[in-house]
């Protein structure tokens, strides 16, 4: 039995509410974020363009920004439990989000699980700057990325498997969206938790996902069946 690892998704997955939407909900004009929204939607901006024109317009610095996630954004329920046992067993758990760090991070250090391997856009500003921020995305993932999802979720299922024993190393992919994740799910991961637009898109194009809810009791209790079988407690 190879190693097992878990890439999660950030925004409502991992975290129990779309983190990136509460940083600028009430922090940014709302026609103006309206109207970007609108050209994304239409196809006219990438996810990347939407993302920075909104957080461009928020009236705080990353830091600011930071601290209001750390304080009022949860990890779900069992998260603490699949990482642990993962990493007891020898396997990696990462986060790959089409999200900025300045507001993931902190969550994940708050949640005490700042093992995580973290793959997301960055804001390379000074923490203390006020917007325009200057960002940054994955250099790896710009030619191989097909979603334009910021972050090349397949990219990183696939380096986390040659990392970790290769073709005998499994990787779990847990999240709620589509796009880069729909991708993920369909051509790179090796089992499939989703909830959400990823659990209908699984289900309309007969993708093998399992649903999870509230909590991650349906991820602990396979990373728990494949674990125990390599002799892991």
Known sequence: MGIIN?????????????VGGEMFRGYAPKDKVTEASARHKANETSLRVYQEEVFDLITESTSQMSKRAAENCS???LAHEVCEQVWNSGGTVAVASAGLDFYIQPV???????????????????????????YDYPSSFRETCQSDGVVCKCEVINSMRRENGGAESEVIFVGDGVTSDACAAANAADKVFATGRLLD???????????FGEDFEPVLSYVLSKTSVNGAQ
């Open 6 to 18: 878990v890439v999660f998704d950030f925004d409502s997955t991992l975290a129990t509410t779309f």
């Open 75 to 77: 990890i779900r329920s």
């Open 108 to 134: 994940l250090d708050k949640a005490g699980l700042n093992k995580i391997q973290l793959h997301s856009g960055r804001v390379t500003s000074d923490p203390t700057e006020l917007p325009p921020f200057r």
């Open 201 to 211: 898109y699984c289900n309309k194009n007969v993708i093998p996902a399992t649903e």
